[in-house]
C-alpha cells in the first residue's frame, strides 16, 4: 500500500520493517521457563555486560572455516516496561575486504582508514512481549544484521551463557 507523503515529511526515508515471533526451547533443569521469562534473562544479562562497559561479541560463521567472519554485538537495549518491548540496536562488523571512500574533491576512491577502528552496520528492531508470543519488529537494512542473525545471536546467549535454551 503506497501512501502520499504530506508536505512536511518529504524528506523523510522510508523505513520498512518486517514481523517475526521469537519462541525459547527450555532445557529440561529449565522446565518451568517461559519464551517471555528466557529472553527477559538475556535481555538483563546483555544489559548488565553493556552497563559495565563489556559486551559480547558473537561470530556466527566462527565454525566455518574459510568462509568470512560475521561478528556481531548488541549495541543498545532498553526495556520500555509501559509497552512491554524491548528496544535494541545490533552491529555487524564488516571484516575483510577494506571499503572504499571517495574524497569529496576527487573522483578517484582510497581505502578507508581503519586505524579508527572497523566499520559496522546497524540493524533496529523492537521485541514485543505484550502478547503470548514474542514478536520481533526488525527494521529492513540489507547490509546489517538480519533476522537470522538476531535469533542466532540470542539463541547463543541464552544456550551459552545463561545455559537456559
Same mark, same amino acid.
Given at each position: 500500500?503506497?501512501?502520499?507523503?504530506?508536505?512536511?515529511?518529504?524528506?523523510?526515508?522510508?523505513?520498512?520493517?518486517?514481523?517475526?515471533?521469537?519462541? /525459547?526451547?527450555?532445557?529440561?533443569?529449565?522446565?518451568?521457563?517461559?519464551?517471555?521469562?528466557?529472553?527477559?534473562?538475556?535481555?538483563?544479562?546483555?544489559?548488565?555486560?553493556?552497563?559495565?562497559?563489556?559486551?559480547?561479541?558473537?561470530?556466527?560463521?566462527?565454525?566455518?572455516?574459510?568462509?568470512?567472519?560475521?561478528?556481531?554485538?548488541?549495541?543498545?537495549?532498553?526495556?520500555? /516496561?509501559?509497552?512491554?518491548?524491548?528496544? /535494541?540496536?545490533?552491529?555487524?562488523?564488516?571484516?575483510?575486504?577494506?571499503?572504499?571512500?571517495?574524497?569529496?574533491?576527487?573522483?578517484?576512491?582510497?581505502? /578507508?582508514?581503519?586505524?579508527?577502528?572497523?566499520?559496522?552496520?546497524?540493524?533496529?528492531?523492537?521485541?514485543?512481549?505484550?502478547?503470548?508470543?514474542?514478536?520481533?519488529?526488525?527494521?529492513?537494512?540489507?547490509?546489517?544484521?538480519?533476522?537470522?542473525?538476531?535469533?542466532?545471536?540470542?539463541?547463543?546467549?541464552?544456550?551459552?551463557?545463561?545455559?537456559?535454551?
Amino acid at each position: 500500500m503506497q501512501t502520499e507523503l504530506s508536505e512536511e515529511n518529504k524528506d523523510l526515508i522510508p523505513v520498512r520493517f518486517h514481523f517475526y515471533k521469537l519462541k /525459547f526451547t527450555p532445557y529440561t533443569h529449565a522446565k518451568g521457563e517461559t519464551s517471555h521469562t528466557i529472553l527477559h534473562q538475556v535481555v538483563t544479562f546483555l544489559s548488565q555486560e553493556q552497563q559495565a562497559g563489556r559486551g559480547i561479541l558473537i561470530d556466527k560463521h566462527e565454525d566455518r572455516g574459510k568462509e568470512s567472519a560475521r561478528p556481531l554485538f548488541v549495541t543498545n537495549a532498553v526495556f520500555m /516496561f509501559k509497552e512491554k518491548r524491548i528496544r /535494541f540496536s545490533m552491529a555487524l562488523l564488516r571484516t575483510g575486504r577494506i571499503p572504499m571512500v571517495k574524497p569529496a574533491d576527487k573522483f578517484l576512491l582510497v581505502p /578507508f582508514d581503519t586505524s579508527n577502528g572497523e566499520i559496522a552496520e546497524q540493524t533496529h528492531f523492537f521485541i514485543d512481549y505484550n502478547t503470548d508470543s514474542v514478536v520481533l519488529c526488525v527494521e529492513f537494512n540489507s547490509n546489517g544484521p538480519r533476522l537470522s542473525d538476531i535469533e542466532y545471536y540470542f539463541r547463543v546467549v541464552a544456550r551459552d551463557k545463561l545455559k537456559l535454551a
